[in-house]
C-alpha cells in the first residue's frame, strides 16, 4: 500500500534542515508502529521519498513525502493521520493522508510551481509593488550564482510565473503590518529560491534582512494542460500561528 501525506512545517521546527525533517519522520513513523516497506540490499532503507526540499528557515502549509507500507498491511487512512499528527513535534501538522496513485511520477518529478508568500521587512507597500512590476516587465533576469565553487549567470525569467503584493486586512488577524510578497515560482528549468527573488527584486537591500518570513503555501502539479494542488486542501487548524490564508 502507497501513501501520500501532506503536511504543514511552521514554527520553531522550520529551523530543521530537510535532512532533520526527514529523520523526525522516520522516527515519526515507528513510534506510531506503523510497518513499512524496505528496499533489498545490505543496507536496506524504509521506503519513503520526500518532496521538494524546503529552504532552512522556511515554513510550509503544503510539504509533501510518499510511504510504502509493508506487504500485507492496511490502516484507516483518518487514523494514520492522527496518529502520525501526533508522533511529530509540535509545527508539524499532517493534513490529509491519501493513498497514492498507481503509476504516479515522484514529487520531485511532479511539482512544476510552488506558491510562496514572503513578508518584507524595510520595505514599503509602494517600494514593493514597484519592484514587482518592474521585474514582471523584463524580458530577461540576470541572477549571479555560485554551486558547488562553480560561478555562472543565469537568466531566470521564465522562472518567475507571477508577482503581487498584498497588506494584512483587519480581518485577517494578523498584527504584522508588513507587506507580504505572494510569487509563483516555476521548478523546472533554471529554478529560482525566493532569497535570490527577494535579492533581484532589491538589489540594494540585504535579502535576508529583507525577508522576514519565508512560507510555501501550494505545490502545483498539471493534469493535462490543467494546474492543480498535489492534494487539495481547505484551511488548516494547526498547533502553532499561522499568518497566511
Excluded at 521506503?47 to 513525502?65: D, I, N, Q, R, V
Excluded at 533554471?190 to 525577508?211: C, H, N, S
Excluded at 493534469?223 to 484551511?235: H, K, N, T
Aim: charged share 25%.
Amino acid at each position: 500500500m502507497k501513501l501520500r501525506i501532506r503536511h504543514t512545517k511552521l514554527g520553531k521546527i522550520r529551523f530543521t534542515s530537510h535532512r532533520d525533517s526527514a529523520r523526525h519522520w522516520e522516527r515519526a513513523v515507528r513510534k506510531a508502529d506503523v510497518p513499512l516497506a524496505y528496499s533489498a540490499g545490505f543496507t536496506p532503507r524504509p521506503k519513503m521519498s520526500f518532496g521538494l526540499a524546503l529552504p532552512t528557515g522556511g515554513e510550509s502549509l503544503a510539504e509533501y513525502l510518499d510511504i510504502e507500507l509493508a506487504d500485507g498491511t492496511s490502516h484507516d487512512l483518518d487514523e494514520l493521520c492522527a496518529r502520525f499528527g501526533a508522533a511529530l513535534p509540535v509545527g508539524y501538522e499532517v493534513t490529509h493522508v491519501v493513498e497514492r496513485d498507481h503509476g504516479s511520477a515522484s514529487l520531485q518529478e511532479d511539482v512544476v510551481a510552488c506558491t510562496w508568500q514572503l513578508t518584507l521587512h524595510g520595505v514599503d507597500e509602494e517600494q514593493a509593488a514597484a519592484a514587482a512590476d518592474h521585474v514582471l516587465a523584463l524580458p530577461s533576469l540576470m541572477v549571479a550564482r555560485e554551486r558547488k565553487g562553480q560561478h555562472s549567470v543565469d537568466d531566470v525569467r521564465a522562472a518567475i510565473e507571477d508577482l503581487s503584493v498584498s497588506m494584512p486586512s483587519p480581518g485577517d488577524g494578523i498584527d504584522d503590518p508588513r507587506p507580504r510578497l505572494c510569487a509563483v515560482l516555476a521548478t523546472t528549468g533554471r529554478g529560482l529560491r525566493p532569497t535570490e527573488l527577494v535579492a533581484a527584486l532589491f538589489p540594494a537591500l540585504d535579502p535576508v534582512d529583507t525577508t522576514a518570513r519565508v512560507l510555501r503555501t501550494h505545490q502545483w502539479i498539471e493534469r493535462d494542460g490543467v494546474r492543480r494542488e498535489i492534494i487539495p486542501a481547505g484551511p488548516v487548524a494547526t498547533r502553532t500561528p499561522v499568518e497566511c490564508a
